[in-house]
């Protein structure tokens, strides 16, 4: 969980504009229900929620579940309508959580 | 009884009708390049022409794409100071996208102090015991495929370019044999597959010819970065055979050759694969 998350929206934006934002994030994502070579099960190791503020309100955020394959890829929508940071936490079943910011400017 | 077969069969004839379409659709926009005179193939054509729209859309994002998740790490590892010697990576070989420019398309190559062909993988560890004084990494070890994949991606885009003649021309027959010898319970070489069967429909996927230029590749089943020789190693288990070791000389042998029959293909590292 160490490595940096990748994210890309844009760096400014007109008032009113919907933009893409992309992350990508590396986790094993290791469901629960496998089994290792000596057949004991490798225990439920994933991250489980996904949260997205901009200038401290939630823009988006989602539960994700043991089906989700490994370096889970989270793309949503949103519209600016001033200028500000956004903040991003994956949060791990271990109670771990990763963060990253991104400034956004508006155009004049 | 039979009115349920008869639905059954009226079923199996339209899905075989839309399978052989879909099937069609997908053949009619494989592109490749032209092969050099002398060579197996009228065109050579790249793994990434035989992958649906949406794996090549994740492999054509370099956001989306998760070998850059190893790519990203490896940069970092790069700078990082390992072994006694107190150097990195970047001490003797300085920025990697200059002086790895190049470098991944051109493997494996002929080592005059070895008196033998080494490929990435081995360089590396050479890198590492003999400069750093540090530990070789394990082969399949996450350090060792992301560093691999990294120095391959200095290469992105640029041809395949490995040399075959000289020294390296008994290793280039030994390899072409293994190509052509059955192996296994079920009595296949590489070429029954990727030569003879390339782009029909197999287990659920069509069948390539078996280029090397995407290594190390995503594999999507694995939800990792694959190196080529676990690649190999996958194969032989496949048609139940005894698969040589990985980084052994056969898998070496087997590498040079399979690196010719994708020459002046594009390297595509990190690619996105099934």
């Given at each position: ?5 990748r ?8 008032k ?5 934002i ?32 901009f ?7 989602c ?5 989700i394959?490994?370096n889970?890829y989270i ?12 903040r ?10 990763v ?10 | ?18 399978s ?30 035989f992958?649906?729209k ?14 850059f ?5 490896a ?9 006694s ?17 190049g ?18 993988e081995?360089?590396?560890n050479?890198c ?8 070789p ?6 350090e ?25 021309s008994?290793w280039?027959?030994?390899?072409k ?11 296949l ?9 390339n ?7 069509f ?9 190390p ?23 139940r ?26 390297v ?7």
């Amino acid at each position: 969980m160490a490595d940096k998350p990748r994210i890309k929206l844009p760096k400014e934006a007109k008032k009113g504009e919907i933009i893409q934002i992309k992350t990508l994030v590396s986790h094993l994502m290791e469901s629960g229900q496998r089994k290792d070579a000596q057949g004991k099960p490798i225990p439920r190791k994933i991250i489980n929620k996904f949260s997205c503020e901009f200038n401290s309100k939630p823009v988006f955020s989602c539960a994700l579940e043991p089906a989700i394959s490994a370096n889970p890829y989270i793309q949503f929508d949103a519209r600016i309508d001033e200028e500000g940071t956004f903040r991003f936490a994956w949060t791990d079943d271990d109670g771990s959580v990763v963060t990253a910011e991104e400034k956004i400017a508006l155009k004049a | 009884m039979s009115i349920r077969y008869g639905s059954l069969a009226v079923l199996a004839t339209a899905a075989l009708t839309l399978s052989a379409i879909a099937v069609f659709g997908q053949e009619a926009e494989r592109m490749g390049i032209p092969a050099p005179p002398g060579h197996v193939f009228k065109t050579i054509i790249s793994g990434y022409q035989f992958r649906t729209k949406e794996t090549r859309a994740l492999q054509d994002d370099d956001l989306e794409n998760p070998g850059f998740l190893a790519v990203e790490r490896a940069a970092d590892m790069w700078k990082t100071v390992d072994g006694s010697e107190g150097k990195s990576c970047m001490s003797c070989h300085g920025e990697a996208e200059t002086t790895m420019k190049g470098v991944g398309a051109a493997m494996p190559k002929w080592s005059e102090k070895l008196n033998k062909p080494v490929n990435l993988e081995q360089q590396i560890n050479i890198c590492r015991s003999e400069h750093m004084k540090a530990q070789p990494w394990p082969f399949k070890s996450k350090e060792l495929t992301d560093m691999t994949t990294f120095v391959r991606f200095q290469s992105r885009g640029m041809p395949v370019a490995v040399k075959t003649d000289g020294p390296m021309s008994p290793w280039f027959e030994r390899g072409k044999e293994i190509y052509y010898t059955r192996v296994g319970q079920l009595d296949l070489a590489c070429a029954s597959c990727h030569e003879k069967n390339n782009g029909k429909f197999m287990r659920a996927d069509f069948l390539s010819q078996g280029q090397t230029n995407g290594f190390p590749t995503y594999r999507l089943r694995d939800q990792r970065l694959v190196p080529l020789h676990e690649r190999f190693e996958g194969c032989m288990f496949d048609v139940r055979g005894v698969p040589y070791k990985p980084l052994s000389d056969e898998f070496l042998a087997l590498e040079i050759y399979v690196a010719w029959r994708g020459i002046g293909l594009p390297v595509e590292t990190p690619s996105v694969r099934n």
